[in-house]
């Protein structure tokens, strides 16, 4: 699989793939599964893969979550059509997240063709968790290893809904949240950073001081240098690294048609 880099820390753009290869090719799996591990985020160009055919490449991959709700359940759509049955969430989309944080296991990976796209805006934004790790000092390694996070549906939709309706803070509070590991050992023996909007604090430390601390660890794992955004063409896939990435979809005139549809592969590793 011949592939040229997007950027110093994230991502590659796959050369030689097209749909026939995508089908057919029964090693290209696996290459895609390890390009995956080394780079967090693989782009075809101009695939136009069908919900089909990228729901089968996917099972390649992995088991898929269901998205029930869709006509196709092994393919998600995301868009602000007011009949969309998710609608009122996707705009917490852009904020910096990684998708399954309210699971014990989150998603393994993520895959997206774009469908529909605007003129302006709607990129997709991507940044390396292990790289925010890595660059840590000796100092904060050891200081943060013990650290827990406390993450809920409520802290990111916060972030949309500054004023929410009782009704919505009823399904925020059903919602509940999960406490994590700062620290993300992996069984591959890499470490990351586990944050994102759906931080809410630190547990055992004073608001502010723990509200600092999130909000510096984002921001110096999100500088641009440190970001690969791509810019979606029709027919664009994508496939990212959930384990290893924060992502976040930017802001555009909503009143446009966007159209992504998304299929998941089901989680294999706890945050531990």
């Given at each position: 699989?011949?592939?040229?880099?997007?950027?110093?820390?994230?991502?590659?753009?796959?050369?030689?793939?097209?749909?026939?290869?995508?089908?057919?090719?029964?090693?290209?799996?696996?290459?895609?599964?390890?390009?995956?591990?080394e780079?967090?985020?693989?782009?075809?160009?101009?695939?136009?893969?069908d919900?089909?055919?990228?729901?089968?490449?996917?099972?390649?991959?992995?088991?898929?979550?269901?998205?029930?709700?869709?006509?196709?359940?092994?393919?998600?759509?995301?868009?602000?059509?007011?009949?969309?049955?998710?609608?009122?969430?996707?705009?917490?989309?852009?904020?910096?997240?990684?998708?399954?944080?309210?699971?014990?296991?989150?998603?393994?990976?993520s895959?997206?063709?774009?469908?529909?796209?605007?003129?302006?805006?709607?990129?997709?934004?991507?940044?390396?968790?292990y790289?925010?790790?890595?660059?840590?000092?000796?100092?904060?390694?050891?200081?943060?290893?013990?650290?827990?996070?406390?993450?809920?549906?409520?802290?990111?939709?916060?972030?949309?809904?500054?004023?929410?309706?009782?009704?919505?803070?009823?399904?925020?509070?059903?919602?509940?949240?999960?406490?994590?590991?700062?620290?993300?050992?992996?069984?591959?023996?890499?470490?990351?950073?586990?944050?994102g909007?759906?931080?809410?604090?630190?547990?055992?430390?004073?608001?502010?001081?723990?509200?600092?601390?999130?909000?510096?660890l984002?921001?110096?794992?999100?500088?641009?240098?440190?970001?690969?955004?791509?810019?979606?063409?029709?027919?664009?896939?994508?496939?990212?690294?959930?384990?290893?990435?924060?992502?976040?979809?930017?802001?555009?005139?909503?009143?446009?048609?966007?159209?992504?549809?998304?299929?998941?592969?089901?989680?294999?590793?706890?945050?531990?």
């Amino acid at each position: 699989m011949k592939t040229t880099k997007l950027s110093e820390t994230v991502g590659v753009r796959v050369e030689d793939v097209d749909l026939d290869r995508l089908r057919s090719d029964d090693d290209l799996p696996q290459e895609c599964l390890n390009a995956l591990e080394e780079h967090g985020v693989l782009l075809f160009p101009r695939l136009h893969a069908d919900d089909e055919t990228q729901a089968a490449f996917c099972r390649k991959l992995g088991e898929l979550v269901q998205f029930p709700l869709y006509p196709n359940p092994d393919v998600m759509e995301i868009s602000f059509d007011p009949d969309n049955p998710n609608v009122e969430y996707f705009a917490s989309n852009d904020y910096w997240h990684l998708d399954g944080f309210m699971d014990e296991v989150p998603a393994k990976a993520s895959i997206m063709s774009a469908h529909v796209v605007t003129e302006t805006g709607g990129e997709t934004a991507f940044a390396s968790t292990y790289v925010a790790y890595d660059e840590l000092s000796e100092e904060e390694k050891r200081r943060f290893e013990g650290l827990r996070v406390w993450h809920s549906f409520e802290a990111i939709q916060r972030l949309t809904y500054a004023d929410p309706t009782p009704e919505q803070l009823d399904e925020w509070a059903r919602r509940g949240g999960r406490e994590h590991p700062l620290v993300w050992m992996h069984e591959s023996g890499r470490r990351s950073l586990v944050f994102g909007a759906s931080a809410d604090h630190v547990v055992g430390m004073a608001p502010d001081e723990g509200r600092a601390l999130l909000d510096d660890l984002l921001a110096r794992a999100t500088v641009p240098d440190r970001v690969l955004c791509h810019r979606w063409t029709v027919g664009d896939m994508v496939i990212w690294d959930n384990t290893g990435l924060v992502h976040r979809a930017c802001p555009f005139d909503r009143s446009q048609p966007r159209r992504m549809h998304r299929s998941t592969l089901v989680g294999q590793e706890s945050i531990k």
